[in-house]
């Protein structure tokens, strides 16, 4: 179970803080047959068109539903998975789906498609279940909670990056609702209420958790993955924050694919996706990297990757690609490249492009057209199944949150910066960001070299 959530078990190894190790090459996954020595250009970052906004549109409709009625009005928490074929009579709520639910109502109130009286209920609502009722420790919250009740479920750990998760959810709602004084008092406490000093008592690197029974998990968090965003919202808190050795402590591993040179794990690309849900990295770097560059070089890395598997699984094309973490024949998986992680299939996952769709827009726009528009049986009231296998005819019968939530927030920021935007205006993001050294300055969208600057 502990599968289900962005807090993947698959990074370890202890990290060094050393900018020379970070920029040395450390991992150079094998050339294929298709690869050649020089790469062809980073495609350039384009205006989406009219056409590419309605197709958008629809899809940000319909995965806002998911979060909107998978939810319990009550407790405002948000199912972690919901099957689409049959009457769903799941219990388990995830924080992560609850976290990309409460930035989904946001949107969804920009757009129109709920009222601002309905949205400002259910945020309310769900705010004050998080401060009064949900159960915490230090203020960190477990992964899965009963979606009645709150109650924990499945001995879930107490998570350190699923609570990041739920309260980038919650500083949107603050700053969207910002004349609304009970969300913003509820906001604050629950967000000062962590005290991520706890989480890192004993070390720079955080624990991926905690549970009651055995304390806290011995895997930290100390390589490039998702963890940018714990890092940033802990240094930035001002009731307990992180020092700032925390930010160059974990290790940032450059990879090699197709003549590409980026910062990576070995790990999904959901990686390079979920801190940039709500933290604004354009234009801007620490001392190792452009964060938005490397995962915009990171995702064309895997189009290719997944286009070198061609031979293997015919299905894969420049129209359709991408794996990452999702649903599979097998169940739950934990798969990408490159290099090649996982049993892989010939099993597309739409949240690889989807949530992909600012790092690249006409590459990952493509690939959504094309499952919409040839593999109808892979949408649903939801948007798209969480994954499907062309090659045998494999259709998953559920929507994961995590995964609908990263395409409709990711869709948004492609048209409209509008997370950003929003998110960015909390102090603690900017103090984040600060400490993290961070420095605005004028680059263009992507380097000339197709590499991470060092």
Request: include cysteine; aromatic fraction near 14%.
């Amino acid at each position: 179970m502990a599968y289900l959530s962005a807090a993947l078990p698959v990074l370890h190894g202890r990290s060094m803080s050393l900018v020379a190790e970070a920029a040395a090459p450390q991992q150079k996954p094998e050339r294929s047959p298709h690869q050649h020595a020089e790469p062809a250009p980073l495609p350039a970052l384009t205006t989406l068109s009219p056409d590419d906004e309605q197709f958008l549109d629809t899809l940000e409709r319909a995965n806002f539903l998911f979060f909107w009625e998978q939810a319990n009005p009550e407790t405002g928490l948000i199912k972690d998975r919901c099957n689409v074929r049959e009457k769903d009579t799941s219990v388990a709520a995830s924080i992560a789906s609850s976290g990309f639910g409460l930035t989904a109502i946001c949107i969804a109130e920009k757009r129109g498609f709920i009222s601002r009286s309905e949205a400002r209920l259910r945020v309310v609502q769900s705010l004050s279940f998080l401060w009064h009722k949900l159960p915490t420790h230090r203020g960190f919250y477990f992964h899965f909670a009963n979606i009645n009740t709150g109650e924990r479920v499945w001995d879930s750990e107490v998570s350190s990056v699923d609570t990041a998760i739920l309260l980038c959810g919650v500083l949107t709602c603050r700053q969207h609702f910002i004349e609304d004084g009970d969300i913003a008092q509820l906001a604050h406490a629950i967000f000062d209420r962590v005290d991520w000093t706890w989480l890192a008592e004993d070390t720079s690197l955080l624990s991926h958790g905690w549970t009651p029974e055995l304390g806290f998990i011995p895997s930290r968090w100390d390589f490039y993955s998702e963890l940018m965003m714990m890092y940033l919202l802990g240094m930035g808190s001002s009731s307990h924050p992180l020092n700032s050795d925390a930010w160059f402590a974990w290790k940032r591993t450059i990879f090699e694919y197709d003549g590409l040179r980026y910062i990576g794990s070995f790990a999904p690309l959901f990686v390079h996706q979920y801190s940039q849900a709500w933290f604004d990295f354009r234009n801007k770097r620490d001392r190792y990297a452009d964060y938005f560059e490397n995962s915009a070089i990171a995702t064309d890395v895997h189009r290719r990757f997944c286009l070198a598997l061609n031979e293997q699984f015919s299905d894969y094309s420049n129209a359709l690609w991408g794996i990452t973490a999702s649903d599979s024949v097998r169940g739950y998986v934990v798969w990408g490249g490159p290099p090649a992680m996982g049993p892989i299939d010939g099993t597309v996952v739409p949240c690889a492009a989807g949530g992909s769709l600012p790092f690249l827009p006409d590459a990952t726009m493509r690939v959504l057209r094309t499952i919409h528009d040839h593999y109808p049986k892979a949408w649903c009231r939801y948007g798209f199944v969480d994954a499907f296998n062309p090659l045998t005819d494999w259709y998953d019968t559920d929507v994961i949150g995590i995964d609908t939530g990263i395409m409709m927030v990711m869709a948004e920021n492609a048209r409209t910066g509008f997370v950003w935007d929003t998110f960015m205006r909390n102090p603690e993001a900017q103090r984040g960001m600060e400490v993290a050294g961070f420095k605005p300055y004028d680059a263009a969208p992507y380097s000339s070299s197709g590499s991470v600057a060092q």
